[in-house]
C-alpha cells in the first residue's frame, strides 16, 4: 500500500498526477523467535515493506519472519552489534519513508502513523521520547534514567538543541536522510549517532510520544555502563570530528508525506514460535 504527498486538494485538469510514498521498516533482530509474532502482526497495513536484519540467531526467528510475511527482505549480518544491523537494513530498504524499531516488543508498530505524521509538515527526521506528554515507559530502571536524562542534557547543551529522550531508537526519516547521515557507528550508539548527525545536518527534527512497552521475553543486549560510554564518546566525536555535508544549512529536496492507519489489538504475549510455523505447513 502507498502514501500519497500532501498536496492542493485544488488541482487543474492538467494537473500531474499526485506521486505516491512507500514505507519500509526495519528491524534488527537476534534470538527473537517469541517476539517477532507480536511485532508484526502489529504491523500497520500502509506498510510496504518490512526488512528483517538478522545478526546470526541460533532459534527460528527467520523462518517465523518468512512465515508471517511473505514478502519480508531477510538480510543476513555476520558482524555482531545493533550498529552493523541497522546500517545494513537502511541500505537494503527501498522505501521512500523509513522507520526503525526493534524486534522484542518494546516498541509498538502501531505508533508508527505518530512518526510519520510529522514529515507530511516540513520535518525530516523524528524520534521517539519517552519523556513528552503522552509518552512513557514500563521497562527502564531509575539507573538507564538518569544516565539517558545526564547524556540528554549534554547533548543538549552541545548542540543547542532541546531533546528530550536522548537514547531511545524508534526513528522514521526520509530516504533522502541517508546519505547527508554518513552512519558508521558499530554498536547502540548509533541511535545517538542518528540524532546527532541529524542535527548537525540542519535536519528538521520532531519528537513524537512513544510508550516503551516491557520486552516480551529474552534478555536485553544492552549494556547500561558500556553502552552509556560509547554513547558519550560518540556524542564527543560527532561534535568535533564530524562536518556535515549540508554544513548545518537545511536539505530543501525532502519530501513531505501524509498517512493513514488502522488500530490492530493483540496480547503482548511470548509466541511459541511452533504454531506459527504450524499454521503455515498445515499442521
Known amino acids: 500500500m502507498t502514501?500519497?504527498?500532501?498536496?492542493?486538494?485544488?488541482?487543474?485538469?492538467?494537473?500531474?498526477?499526485?506521486?505516491?510514498a512507500s514505507i519500509s521498516v526495519v528491524i534488527p533482530t537476534l534470538n527473537e523467535a517469541m517476539n517477532l509474532?507480536?511485532?508484526?502482526?502489529?504491523?500497520?497495513s500502509y506498510v510496504d515493506e518490512v526488512v528483517i536484519v538478522d545478526g546470526r540467531s541460533l532459534d527460528s526467528t527467520v523462518d517465523v519472519a518468512r512465515a508471517l510475511r511473505l514478502d519480508v527482505v531477510v538480510v543476513s549480518e555476520p558482524q555482531a552489534g545493533k550498529g552493523f544491523a541497522v546500517r545494513a537494513g537502511l541500505a537494503a530498504a527501498s522505501g521512500d519513508i523509513i522507520v526503525?524499531?526493534?524486534?522484542?516488543?518494546?516498541?509498538?508498530?502501531?505508533?508508527?502513523?505518530?512518526?510519520?505524521?510529522?514529515?507530511?509538515?516540513?520535518?525530516?527526521f523524528v524520534k521517539g521520547s519517552r519523556y513528552v506528554t503522552?509518552?512513557?515507559?514500563?521497562?527502564?530502571?531509575?539507573?538507564?534514567?538518569?544516565?539517558?536524562?545526564?547524556?540528554?542534557?549534554?547533548?543538549?547543551?552541545?548542540?543547542?538543541?532541546?531533546?528530550?529522550?536522548?537514547?531511545?531508537?524508534?526513528?522514521?526519516?526520509?530516504?533522502?536522510?541517508?546519505?547527508?547521515?554518513?552512519?558508521?557507528?558499530?554498536?547502540?550508539?548509533?541511535?545517538?549517532?542518528l540524532i546527532v548527525r541529524a542535527s548537525r545536518a540542519?535536519?528538521?527534527?520532531?519528537?513524537?510520544?512513544?510508550?516503551e512497552l516491557t520486552r516480551i521475553s529474552g534478555n536485553s543486549n544492552l549494556h547500561t555502563f558500556r553502552d552509556g560510554w560509547r554513547v558519550l564518546r560518540?556524542?564527543?566525536r560527532e561534535c568535533v570530528g564530524w562536518e556535515a555535508p549540508t554544513a548545518g544549512a537545511r536539505p530543501e529536496s525532502l519530501r513531505r508525506v501524509k498517512y493513514r492507519y488502522p488500530s490492530?489489538?493483540?496480547?503482548?504475549?511470548?509466541?511459541?514460535?511452533?504454531?506459527?510455523?504450524?499454521?503455515?505447513?498445515?499442521d
Open 3 to 20: 502514501i500519497p504527498i500532501q498536496v492542493s486538494t485544488v488541482r487543474a485538469s492538467n494537473a500531474v498526477p499526485v506521486p505516491l
Open 37 to 44: 509474532p507480536w511485532v508484526l502482526r502489529r504491523m500497520p
Open 100 to 124: 526503525m524499531l526493534d524486534a522484542d516488543g518494546s516498541m509498538d508498530p502501531q505508533e508508527i502513523g505518530w512518526f510519520i505524521s510529522p514529515l507530511q509538515h516540513e520535518f525530516d
Open 134 to 193: 503522552g509518552g512513557g515507559s514500563e521497562d527502564i530502571t531509575l539507573l538507564r534514567s538518569a544516565g539517558n536524562r545526564s547524556l540528554t542534557r549534554l547533548a543538549n547543551l552541545v548542540l543547542h538543541s532541546n531533546y528530550s529522550d536522548l537514547c531511545y531508537g524508534y526513528i522514521a526519516m526520509r530516504r533522502e536522510c541517508l546519505q547527508i547521515l554518513e552512519l558508521q557507528s558499530e554498536g547502540f550508539e548509533i541511535e545517538t549517532e
Open 202 to 211: 540542519g535536519l528538521r527534527i520532531a519528537e513524537v510520544p512513544s510508550n
Open 234 to 236: 560518540t556524542l564527543a
Open 264 to 282: 490492530i489489538t493483540l496480547p503482548h504475549i511470548p509466541t511459541d514460535p511452533a504454531t506459527v510455523l504450524g499454521l503455515i505447513a498445515g
